[in-house]
């Protein structure tokens, strides 16, 4: 990991494909916790979305606490620091909040690098409601943080987020193939600037300027 002066920790892990094929897990322990994620993800998704009767809900409960039990009693590891100390993995892939493919949090996103652009593509399901049928504006933010970071990486240096300037042009529909661009526009020493937008078909949904501040040892 890389340390800047504000004390801020940046994950160099992150590797951008170069293909829009979903890259394959690193072990088989990590296949197990990305089918877990997206088993959790359909229980949320269900739950939110069917009228399943209480004595249902209480007995899927019971079960759940017991299984979590059972999980909380193996040695834990906090963070993606400890993860990358114990093996190598592509950390924010794999657990990140946005679209970690291991994450049940997250929405799994197809993310690819193709003419010094990268390309993003995802489906954001009811979980991730705001306005009646469509994309909570608070998970478009998230997913343009997360977005144009991994843009900030073409050019050498991580750095961390600075400013994201969000314009929501439309409504961004929920359940249905949503596409992600984004390139840097321009760099100033330590300063890159990216751009980026959300369509759905032709239609930009949302656009974001973001301002990354890469450390200091890495220009």
Not at 80 to 103: H, K, V
Not at 125 to 141: N, Q, T
Request: aromatic share 8%.
């Amino acid at each position: 990991m890389t340390k800047i002066s504000s004390g801020y920790l940046l994950d160099p892990s992150m590797h951008v494909n170069e293909t829009p094929d979903v890259m394959p897990p690193r072990s088989d322990n990590w296949r197990a916790r990305r089918e877990l994620a997206d088993a959790l993800r359909k229980l949320n998704n269900a739950v939110l979305t069917t009228a399943a009767p209480t004595e249902q809900l209480d007995a899927l409960t019971a079960m759940l606490r017991n299984e979590v039990a059972r999980i909380e009693a193996n040695t834990r590891v906090y963070g993606r620091l400890e993860f990358l100390g114990r093996e190598t993995t592509d950390a924010i892939y794999e657990m990140g909040p946005a679209f970690g493919q291991s994450n049940a949090v997250s929405i799994p996103m197809h993310v690819w690098t193709e003419n010094g652009k990268v390309h993003g593509t995802l489906t954001a399901d009811w979980s991730r409601e705001g306005p009646f049928g469509h994309v909570h504006g608070g998970v478009i933010a998230l997913l343009f943080d997360q977005f144009l970071g991994i843009a900030q990486r073409i050019v050498k240096g991580t750095g961390r987020t600075a400013t994201l300037s969000i314009s929501y042009h439309h409504p961004t529909p929920l359940n249905q193939p949503l596409r992600l661009l984004a390139e840097v526009s321009r760099v100033d020493g330590r300063k890159k600037f990216v751009t980026g937008g959300i369509w759905f078909g032709e239609l930009r949904t949302a656009s974001c300027e973001g301002l990354f501040i890469s450390s200091r040892d890495s220009v």
